[in-house]
């Protein structure tokens, strides 16, 4: 039976707030109604009217095999034969660990949460509580999960503190954070020159994916190793969207930098609400019962959810999937980009893994401000266009996208075609 989104919309929004249970969701960015899915399939998924689309989201990046892959629908359904969740230790949580341990040399010991706003808060505590400081560093334009002290912005001028991003985030709270431009090394330097002693942590997206797709010059995220390093802060990567997505080691086995601790979630779960974060023993040994950072959950290292997430991890690990993964995402923008090109539009790519931005814009953004000069109108249009054809985008020209392995050349060819198609559509 099929209903139309139109229908489920108008339901959802009586007793759901937007309609959506993640405000991103709701088109506000594209305009239009949302696609209530109701099933996937590999590559694509179906909406309650049967509408089929190729899928460039993986529900925001987890599903880097794909919807309904039939070895982690398999051991899900197989595991929770077994029980659900016991609240109490389990050995599959320790081989998730250790999955996660060996893949990631930076990690020593790593904690299970249930979603990555977890994973971030708590490595904030953990860096607050272990330093003894209290101020943090992140940077414009990356997002960390909706923690209070991680929904800030900047303020007005270079070296001010930080501002709440959402009502209900105290001032006070906020001017804890300093807010700085992503890529901008000189802007770093002074800050930590001027509040370096005070400063517990720097928390960044070493590839920001948050603000469309971003990619950090090295000297960049060198500079965020050496100023924590020089001034006794800690570097906290957030790799909930990078991590097992760009390379199986991770954005930080590309740049070769080590941070202090990592955050986890998203493809660690393959679908399952399952984050994590990790890093240094010595400051993993601060946390309870341990040690005196108090962190917990109900549901934490749930056994379903890590049976997922090994899983995927597993099947991430067969050699040479992250090259042929790159080698698709890269095929996928050079098409569209060349498509745009000959249709007489702006529209530059990037691509790592299986992670990707599209830019409508000559050049590729290094920061928020430039990301903020994109053509949206274009990309709006773009985005319709495509979804009409059957090729699922994000709903915001502030995020990036995402192909999986099961992604292949009928999918590349379709996208293609449809690409051709709005493109003239929109250059008439
Ligand atoms: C998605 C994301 C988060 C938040 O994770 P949730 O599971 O949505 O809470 C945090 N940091 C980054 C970089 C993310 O992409």
């Known amino acids: 039976m099929t209903t139309s989104n139109e229908k489920l919309f108008d339901r959802a929004q009586l007793v759901i707030p937007g309609g959506v249970n993640s405000p991103v969701r709701a088109f506000r960015s594209v305009g239009g109604t949302p696609r209530f899915f109701k099933k996937g399939k590999g590559p694509r998924f179906w909406d309650a009217a049967g ?3 190729i899928d460039y989201v993986c529900s925001w990046g987890p599903l880097l095999h ?3 892959n039939p070895e ?27 999955r996660l341990i060996s893949l990631m040399p930076s990690l020593e010991m ?72 992503y890529n901008d090394v000189d802007a770093l330097q002074a800050c930590f020159k001027e509040y370096g002693d005070s400063i517990a942590a720097i928390i960044v997206e070493p590839i920001a994916g948050n603000m469309n797709m971003v990619l950090p010059h090295h000297s960049f995220l060198q500079t965020c190793r050496e100023v924590t390093q020089e001034y006794g802060a800690i570097l906290i990567f957030d790799e909930v969207m990078t991590g097992f997505r760009v390379a199986l080691g991770g954005a930080q086995s590309i740049y070769g930098i080590t941070p202090d601790l990592t955050t986890l979630g998203k493809v660690i779960g393959g679908g ?10 010595e400051i993993m040994e601060h946390l309870a019962p341990l ?3 108090y962190q917990a959950g109900t549901l934490s290292g749930n056994p379903v959810a890590v049976t997922a997430g090994l899983i995927n991890l597993q099947l991430a690990s067969e050699p040479g999937l992250y090259e042929r993964l790159g080698d698709m995402t890269r095929a996928v923008m050079d098409g569209i980009t060349n498509i745009a090109e000959r249709y007489g539009f702006n529209l530059s790519s990037c ?78």
């Open 66 to 68: 794909g919807h309904a």
């Open 291 to 293: 040690g005196p950072v």
């Open 51 to 53: 509408q089929e689309y």
């Open 110 to 181: 790593v904690r299970l949460t249930s979603s990555g706003t977890e994973a971030t808060m708590s490595a904030i505590r953990l860096a607050r509580g272990f330093t003894g400081r209290t101020n943090i560093v992140k940077f414009d334009g990356c997002y960390h999960g909706h923690g209070d002290a991680l929904l800030v912005k900047a303020g007005s001028g270079a070296l001010t503190l930080g501002q709440p991003d959402s009502k209900g985030i105290p001032a006070d709270l906020a001017s804890h954070t300093l807010v700085l431009p």
């Open 72 to 98: 982690i629908v398999q051991g899900v359904c197989a595991i929770a034969q077994d029980g659900m969740s016991f609240g109490a230790p389990t050995e599959l949580e320790i081989n998730l660990a250790e």
């Open 351 to 428: 691509a790592v893994g299986g992670m990707f931005g599209l830019h409508f814009q000559a050049q590729c953004p290094t920061n928020l401000k430039e990301v903020m000069g994109a053509d949206n109108a274009l990309f709006k249009r773009f985005f319709h266009g495509m979804l009409n054809e059957g090729v699922y985008f994000a709903p915001s020209a502030f995020e990036a996208g995402f192909v999986s392995t099961v992604h292949g050349t009928q999918e590349l060819h379709e996208t293609l075609e449809a690409a051709e198609k709005v493109f003239c559509q929109l250059a008439n």
């Open 272 to 281: 399952m609400p399952l984050a994590a974060f990790g890093g240094r023993r």
